[in-house]
C-alpha cells in the first residue's frame, strides 16, 4: 500500500514565524488532504488538494503530484496554530493512509 | 449544518463488556469511515461504507469488531467483547462522492477499557 512521511516530526515556533510541513507520498494518488487536530482532539479539515496550490488566510498548501509531495505553509503563526498536523492520501478506493504527523507547537 | 455527531464522547467499561459507539453522518453524504487513533499505530481506517453497504473492512482488528450502517443517517461500531488494548479514540467521518469532495470528522468518542 501506499506510503505516507511526514516531515518534521515536531517544530516549536515563536509566535510570528513561518513554517513549513512537508507530506511525501510513496504512488500516485486521487485525494490528499490536510488536517489540523487541535489540543482538543478535533480533527479539522484544512485543504483537499490533490495538485497545484490553494491558499486560505495564513494557511497555503501545494501538491506537486508528479513528485509525489505536499507542502503546507503556515505565515505567521499563533498560539492557536498548535496541535498535529496529519495529511492524508487515497488512490481511488476511498481508502485513506494518514501519516505519523507533525506536532506543532507555537509558543507565545 | 449540522457536522458529524458521534456519541458518546467518553465511555469506561471494564474488560469483556460490549461497548457500541454511534455516528450520525452529514445528511446527504454517501460514504462513511470509522477511524480508531493510538498513541503507537497513529490514524487507522477501520472499516467504510458506500450507500450504507460496506466496502472495505480490512483494517478491522480481530472479530470481536462489527460494523453496520442500518441506514444513510446512522452507523455503529461494536466491539465485544472488550479489552483493554481496545482502549484509543475512534472517530467516524463522512463525505460525499465525487471529485473534490474531502472528509468531514466528528469529535471523536474517547474509549478507556479497563
Known amino acids: 500500500g501506499i506510503q505516507v512521511e511526514q516531515s518534521p516530526p515536531d517544530l516549536i515556533l515563536q509566535e510570528g514565524a513561518n513554517s513549513t510541513l512537508r507530506c511525501n507520498f510513496s504512488d500516485s494518488v486521487n485525494n490528499l488532504q490536510w488536517f489540523h487536530q487541535n489540543p482538543w482532539g478535533q480533527l479539522i479539515n484544512l485543504f483537499y488538494i490533490p495538485s497545484g496550490t490553494k491558499q486560505n488566510g495564513r494557511l497555503s498548501a501545494t501538491t506537486v503530484a508528479t513528485e509525489r509531495y505536499s507542502l503546507l505553509y503556515i505565515s505567521s503563526s499563533q498560539t492557536t496554530d498548535s496541535g498535529v498536523y496529519f495529511c492524508a492520501v487515497h488512490s481511488g478506493t476511498y481508502k485513506y493512509i494518514f501519516g505519523t504527523g507533525t506536532r506543532l507547537k507555537v509558543l507565545a | 449544518d449540522a457536522g458529524v455527531i458521534q456519541s458518546p464522547r467518553h465511555e469506561v467499561t471494564e474488560m469483556g463488556q460490549e461497548v457500541t459507539l454511534r455516528c450520525k453522518p452529514i445528511s446527504g453524504h454517501d460514504y462513511l469511515f470509522w477511524y480508531r487513533q493510538t498513541m503507537m499505530r497513529g490514524l487507522e481506517l477501520l472499516i467504510y461504507?458506500?450507500?450504507?453497504?460496506?466496502?472495505?473492512d480490512s483494517g478491522m482488528p480481530e472479530d470481536r469488531f462489527s460494523a453496520k450502517m442500518p441506514n444513510a443517517s446512522f452507523s455503529t461500531l461494536k466491539i465485544q467483547p472488550s479489552e483493554p488494548r481496545d482502549s484509543a479514540v475512534y472517530f467516524c467521518a463522512s463525505s460525499i462522492s465525487g471529485t473534490h469532495q474531502p472528509q468531514h470528522f466528528g469529535d471523536g468518542t474517547r474509549l478507556s477499557i479497563l
Open positions: 461504507f458506500n450507500n450504507n453497504v460496506p466496502i472495505d
